[in-house]
């Protein structure tokens, strides 16, 4: 079964910091990983698909990238909006696993 | 507009059971596969089960292999997860989403409110 591992599990950062979420497959997944964000209390929503496509309505300065093991995801200019925790998972085959999230806070 | 509201949960004793329902509507729902997601109080996102558009195909975690089955009706536009055996590590709100393609093995483009279940006696 294919791990996935994200790091760091929580980053404080500043309005206007660019941030970046790494993920990590214990097996190649080709580009079949997608990025979630969850704000405190609320239902996940789908920001990045494929690695790297913007889901619809996902502003810009949110970008992913990445194939096979190794993938990023990265917010161009923090925004107070942007806090929340970050998932991402993979779906290549089933079990469509989950990384452990990322909390992202403001300094 | 995409809607996707959940049912069902509740508070059960530990080898209890519940069926959790989840009512699509805004889509054609016969064209995508859905998927149950759970999350534990305080903790990240768990893949549940899923299922293909047509509810032939299904796919489950192995921590719910055997006690849960997920399954659709879609003259209903309803999709659904029988519980079994439930234990207390069971306890989580369960998410219903729905896929982005046809196709269990693709990410999720809604999500509904989710329902809690609570076991415990």
């Known amino acids: 079964e294919i791990q996935m591992t994200q790091s760091p599990s929580s980053l404080s950062a500043s309005v206007g910091d660019r941030v970046t979420i790494t993920c990590r497959a214990s097996?190649?997944?080709?580009?079949?990983l997608a990025w979630y964000q969850q704000k405190p209390g609320k239902v996940p929503n789908l920001l990045i698909y494929d690695a790297s496509i913007l889901h619809s309505g996902v502003p810009s300065r949110f970008s992913g990238s990445g194939f096979g093991t190794d993938f990023t995801l990265t917010i161009s200019s923090l925004q107070p909006e942007d806090v929340a925790t970050y998932y991402c998972?993979?779906?290549?085959?089933?079990?469509?696993?989950f990384g452990g999230g990322t909390k992202v806070e403001l300094k | 507009e995409v809607q996707l509201v959940e049912s069902g949960g509740g508070l059960v004793q530990p080898g209890g059971s519940l069926r959790l329902s989840c009512a699509a509507s805004?889509?054609?729902?016969?064209?995508?596969?859905m998927t149950w997601v759970r999350q534990a109080p305080g903790k990240g996102l768990e893949w549940v089960a899923g299922i293909s558009g047509s509810g032939r195909t299904t796919y489950y975690a192995d921590s719910v292999r055997g006690r849960f089955t997920i399954s659709r009706d879609n003259s209903k536009t309803t999709l659904y997860l029988q519980i079994i055996s439930l234990r207390a590590e069971d306890t989580a709100l369960y998410y219903c989403?729905?896929?982005?393609?046809?196709?269990?093995?693709?990410?999720?483009?809604?999500w509904g409110q989710g329902t809690l279940v609570t076991v415990s006696s």
């Open positions: 097996q190649g997944i080709t580009n079949d």
């Open positions: 805004g889509f054609t729902f016969s064209s995508y596969a």
């Open positions: 989403a729905k896929n982005l393609r046809d196709g269990v093995a693709a990410p999720f483009d809604y």
């Open positions: 998972q993979k779906y290549n085959s089933a079990p469509l696993t």
